[in-house]
Nanobody, 125 residues
């Protein structure tokens, strides 16, 4: 299984970026693909995820209404459209595949089976 994230960069506050995650070799036991982020000195935190089977989406409260996750099943690409970016969104963003914590509707680090390499997102004020 390989996950390749891309699309990071430097943007001013209020701007937008779209991250892409190319997935290969996945089987549907890992039926969620999502994004985590890690800022310097902080723990890795979940951002969003999407069901590869049903298309249902989940978001962390900190990004609801600003970020949108989507999937192109034909290409097995997962996108994270990030709008109205804030300086606190600055982090390395990681693509991941795994299982959802259905009781809480969150994608935990403990539920990740595969990680991709990160892509840096920097939001200037």
């Amino acid at each position: 299984v390989q996950l390749q994230a891309s699309g990071g960069g430097l943007v001013q506050a209020g701007g937008s970026l779209r991250l892409s995650c190319a997935a290969s070799g996945l089987i549907f036991d890992n039926n969620y693909i999502g994004w985590f982020r890690q800022a310097p000195g902080k723990e890795r935190e979940w951002v969003s995820c999407i069901s590869m089977i049903f298309g249902s989406t989940f978001y962390a409260d900190s990004v609801k209404g600003r970020f949108t996750i989507s999937v192109d099943n034909a290409e097995i690409m997962v996108y994270l459209q990030m709008n109205n970016l804030k300086p606190e969104d600055t982090a390395v963003y990681y693509c991941a595949a795994g299982s959802l914590d259905r009781a809480w509707g969150v994608f935990r680090v403990s539920g990740v089976d595969y990680w991709g390499k990160g892509t840096q997102v920097t939001v200037s004020s």
